[in-house]
């Protein structure tokens, strides 16, 4: 009798153990599963929410004004170093206008590409004449740089001033196209410096940087060829 009531308790006891261990190992592992996914779920969500978030807050509205006013006066400055190459009488003249080409034009491509993927328009051809932008004229330099369409950007230069240039051979171009272009590089200047202080998208100020460094400097080199200090 003592012998029967043994074997039931140790079998019950066996029992007990049992299922205590599989209802351990059963919170175990939906914890860890629960845990587990939570964890890797949340960061997943934290990381798209700030990915989105960088996409969506890349540029402001001065990154816009900026490429959208850039463009067209990139666009007269190539227009502007198109002529030299003919009409110019000094080599060191017909390097420099080389050099704006080679410069302005990626930076046209790069910035007209920024204006496409942040859905904005992008400036035609005929953006570039001062004559489609209201009180457009060369005395504009002390602008600060705005938006394109609602205000001349300094430095530009307006129609009659084009025409004078094209008209223009050897040594008088030389003087002119110095003259011109250094208040045209004055102007860029100084909407570069104002995307260096407003803007947000990186790649649009690190552009503005280089402009500032490059522009100042071919200033200086263009006031020494005109025999300013």
Same mark, same amino acid.
């Given at each position: 009798?003592?012998?029967?009531?043994?074997?039931?308790?140790?079998?019950?006891?066996?029992?007990?153990?049992?299922?205590?261990?599989?209802?351990?190992?059963?919170?175990?592992?939906?914890?860890?599963?629960?845990?587990?996914?939570?964890?890797?779920?949340?960061?997943?969500?934290?990381?798209?929410?700030?990915?989105?978030?960088?996409?969506?807050?890349?540029?402001?509205?001065?990154?816009?004004?900026?490429?959208? *006013? =850039?463009?067209?006066?990139?666009?007269?400055? $190539?227009?502007?170093?198109? $002529? @030299?190459?003919? #009409?110019?009488?000094?080599? %060191?003249?017909?390097? $420099?206008?080389? #050099?704006?080409?080679? @410069?302005?034009?990626?930076?046209?491509?790069?910035?007209?590409? &920024?204006?496409?993927? &942040?859905?904005?328009?992008?400036?035609?051809?005929?953006?570039?004449?001062?004559?489609? =932008?209201? *009180? !457009?004229?060369?005395?504009?330099?002390?602008?600060?740089? /705005?938006?394109?369409?609602?205000? *001349? !950007?300094?430095?530009?230069?307006?129609?009659?001033?084009?025409?004078?240039?094209?008209?223009?051979?050897?040594?008088?171009?030389?003087?002119?196209?110095?003259?011109?272009?250094?208040?045209?590089?004055?102007?860029?200047?100084? =909407?570069?410096?104002?995307?260096?202080?407003?803007?947000?998208?990186?790649?649009?100020?690190?552009?503005?940087?280089?402009?500032?460094?490059? %522009?100042?400097?071919?200033?200086?080199? /263009?006031?020494?060829? $005109?025999?300013?200090?």
């Amino acid at each position: 009798m003592r012998h029967t009531r043994t074997l039931t308790r140790r079998a019950a006891l066996a029992a007990a153990s049992v299922t205590a261990a599989l209802v351990l190992a059963a919170c175990g592992n939906d914890g860890g599963h629960s845990t587990g996914s939570g964890e890797a779920g949340g960061h997943g969500s934290s990381s798209s929410s700030a990915g989105a978030d960088a996409a969506a807050g890349a540029h402001n509205a001065q990154d816009v004004s900026f490429a959208q *006013g =850039m463009i067209p006066h990139h666009r007269q400055a $190539l227009e502007m170093a198109g $002529l @030299a190459a003919e #009409r110019a009488s000094s080599a %060191q003249v017909k390097d $420099l206008a080389a #050099r704006v080409e080679k @410069a302005q034009d990626p930076e046209i491509k790069t910035m007209s590409g &920024w204006l496409k993927s &942040w859905g904005e328009d992008v400036p035609t051809s005929s953006d570039s004449s001062a004559e489609s =932008m209201p *009180g !457009m004229d060369h005395s504009t330099s002390g602008m600060p740089g /705005m938006d394109h369409s609602t205000s *001349g !950007m300094p430095g530009m230069m307006d129609g009659s001033d084009m025409d004078e240039l094209e008209k223009a051979s050897g040594a008088d171009f030389d003087t002119m196209f110095l003259t011109m272009m250094i208040e045209h590089h004055k102007g860029a200047v100084e =909407m570069a410096t104002t995307e260096k202080a407003k803007g947000k998208y990186g790649a649009a100020t690190s552009m503005a940087d280089d402009i500032v460094t490059a %522009q100042t400097a071919e200033i200086a080199e /263009m006031n020494k060829l $005109l025999g300013k200090s």
